[in-house]
């Protein structure tokens, strides 16, 4: 079994930034994509931004495209996700997720693995 931990989340003013991290642990492994996801209360688990965990290869949401940065760290089985201009829609809580593939997945059903999540609060 994997477990993911999310951290970094909080309040912030509208366009400000934050960087969440996940930690992985357990059971590891190279051929994978991990992710962010977030949902707000009342709606649906949202994709966020995806990253191949060997090849480095990324994929983003259209609504963060340009302002959001995933990146992984291998050595510490640590993923990143960088949140600039942030606004006030974007309050959720915020889960990494993980899936044995090598491609790119971006259907929250299709994960393995999931994290408790990160508050993050945007203010207007």
């Known amino acids: 079994q994997v477990q993911l931990v999310e951290s970094g989340g909080g309040l912030v003013q509208a366009g400000g930034s934050l960087r969440l991290s996940c930690a992985a642990s357990?059971?590891?492994?190279?051929?994978?994509?991990m992710s962010w996801f977030r949902q707000a209360p009342g709606k649906e688990r949202e994709f966020v931004a995806a990253i191949n965990w060997s090849g480095g290869s990324t994929a983003y949401a259209n609504a963060v495209q340009g302002r959001f940065t995933i990146s992984r760290d291998n050595a510490k089985n640590t993923v990143y996700l960088q949140m600039n201009s942030l606004k006030p829609e974007e309050t959720a809580v915020y889960y990494c997720?993980?899936?044995?593939?090598?491609?790119?997945?971006?259907?929250?059903?299709?994960?393995?693995?999931w994290g408790q999540g990160t508050q993050v609060t945007v203010s207007s």
């Open positions: 357990g059971r590891t492994f190279s051929s994978s994509t």
């Open positions: 997720a993980a899936v044995r593939s090598s491609l790119v997945v971006d259907t929250a059903g299709r994960y393995d693995y």
